[in-house]
């Protein structure tokens, strides 16, 4: 037998259709040899009684209770009637409570059904009722039942309260101005109220709450069919019906420029309103930020990081964080306009040297501004608080913000700068593929000690661009450029004039201007070209080498045609042959050559 060790109690309904309390105890299953099968047991907490014993099956009267209208009705009549006595009360309230845990024991599809039953029974408006009791017992049992219902089907729970808001609104048309307070009598206000009226020094209830509150406002578990959407509708009538009692002491709060109350409960409090305004911040759209820009909320928020508490200005700075962290630009003008770094900056200075949370937390949302280049932000703060902070430099993050503030004014100032900056990237990176190779060609033609620190390379067809629109590092290169081509052309020229040519490099002239790259095969027409006929260094001419070395290509220039080869594995040994070369009598070079 497996006891679950489940405490119950058992109540028997009498002739009278009143229920009799039987006691508390332990619930547990087994198999039966009497009953020959398996049963549910009872058995009391106090003498272990058997004050239960069920045979299991589909006609077991417990197992039918869900269903069974006239319980839940009678249920929730006495709970709700103020004749009730109280300790009558809390044992129903206690047994209701138990019977919601005790479903989390049956099959998915039992409590689906038990839990629509509770809820076509009137549960819901039930909970309303008690919640408003005084009875703290009371009200506890009945946070447990909501707790429940709303693990089990928040959506069911939002669709009450909107139909209950929708109820009120239809009733408060017909009364006068002075009679409208039913409005505010929702059950998601009265679980708000519970929240925030807590008298737990630790607040375990406000928390508990809390966390409801968070299910509920959660978009994800939200459902989206094709004729309505559930995010839409309830946070529309959250933040209209709700929203003013959640932050009513946060704005009860911070009237001043710091906190009226600042004893440890009331931080704790105020902890988990922005806990869960943050959430809001994070899941929500335009909702949220209509609200904070409409009520100014965050510069409420911000009185809070005078706090004597340095968890509650930390819960205040993480919201900011937050709202920052969007990259909003209707945030972002809300937060230049109402100057609102000021308590941040205040409280950065306040904190000195210390090395400590709120300082890496300060640090670390500056340096989120620098490194996402958030640019109206990034101006703020420097025109504003610069003198404040320049003189922190044991991190380059007030620094890197002034970097990127002079950045953008001079890119502001020189249009034209950014006009050849945005040339150059496209030049670079959407380079049309004909010019590919020409490019290319001219990197590998360039020394390395030729190129200087941040110098762009251009392409041939770059040149014809005024000097006025090019930038002065383009210029010098280009010039050492043209110098370095003129120097090879001459070393080229007194090969071919010795009648000897590298086996390794080879020379090609052309009348031609414009510039373009062509493989050694296509030069081959040319006359006087090294790939042609009869030319020096051609295969089918005297004094060429015909050994098999790797391709060549060609570079047209203003003045000729350059050629270039890949350098084979064998570059030494050529060299050296081309030394032992000219060092052989003209009788044994021409052998050679032969």
Known sequence: MTDTRRRVKVYTLNEDRQWDDRGTGHVSSGYVERLKGMSLLVRAESDGSLLLESKINPNTAYQKQQEDEKFLTDLFAQLTDEATDEE????????????????????????????????????????????????????????????????????????????????????????????????????????????????????????????????????????????????????????????????????????????????????????????????????????????????????????????????????????KRKIIGLKDEFYNRYIMKSFLFEPVVKAFLNNGSRYN???????????????????????????????????????QTFKGLKLRFEQQRERQDNPKLDSMRSILRNHRYRRDARTLEDEEEMWFNTDEDDMEDGEAVVSPSDKTKNDDDIMDPISKFMERKKLKESEEKEVLLKTNLSGRQSPSFKLSLSSGTKTNLTSQSSTTNLPGSPGSPGSPGSPGSPGSVPKNTSQTAAITTKGGLVGLVDYPDDDEDDDEDEDKEDTLPLSKKAKFDS
């Open 357 to 395: 949370l709120m300082n890496s937390a300060i640090i670390e949302m500056f340096e989120f501004i620098r490194v996402e280049d958030i640019k109206s932000l990034t101006a703020h703060v420097i025109e504003n608080y610069w003198k404040a902070l320049e003189d922190v430099d044991y991190v």
């Open 88 to 319: 009558k009360r809390q044992e129903l309230v206690n047994f209701l409570k138990e019977f919601c845990a005790f479903s989390q024991t049956l099959q998915p599809q039992n409590r689906d059904a038990f839990f629509k039953t509770l809820s076509n029974m009137g549960i819901l408006p039930a909970l309303e009722v008690i919640l408003g009791m005084d009875d703290t017992q009371v009200r506890s049992a009945a946070t447990d039942i909501f707790s429940y219902l709303v693990e089990y089907n928040p959506s069911m729970v939002r669709e009450f309260v909107m139909q209950e808001a929708q109820q009120n609104d239809d009733v408060s048309k017909k009364l006068t101005e002075q009679k409208i307070t039913s409005k505010d009598i929702l059950l998601i206000n009265l679980i708000i109220e519970h929240m925030i009226c807590d008298t737990d020094p630790e607040l375990g209830g406000a928390v508990q709450l809390m966390g409801l509150l968070r299910t509920l406002v959660d978009p994800e578990n939200m459902l989206a069919t094709a004729n309505k959407t559930e995010k839409t509708e309830f946070l529309g009538f959250f933040y209209k019906h709700c929203m003013h009692v959640l932050t009513a002491p946060l704005l009860a709060n911070t009237t001043e420029d710091k906190p009226s109350k600042d004893d440890f409960q009331t931080a704790q409090l105020l902890a988990l309103v922005l806990e869960l305004l943050t959430f809001c911040v994070e899941h929500h759209t335009y909702h949220i930020k209509n609200y904070i820009i409409n009520k100014d909320i965050l510069r409420r928020v911000l009185v809070l990081m005078a706090s004597k508490h340095a968890f509650l200005a930390l819960c205040a700075l993480r919201f």
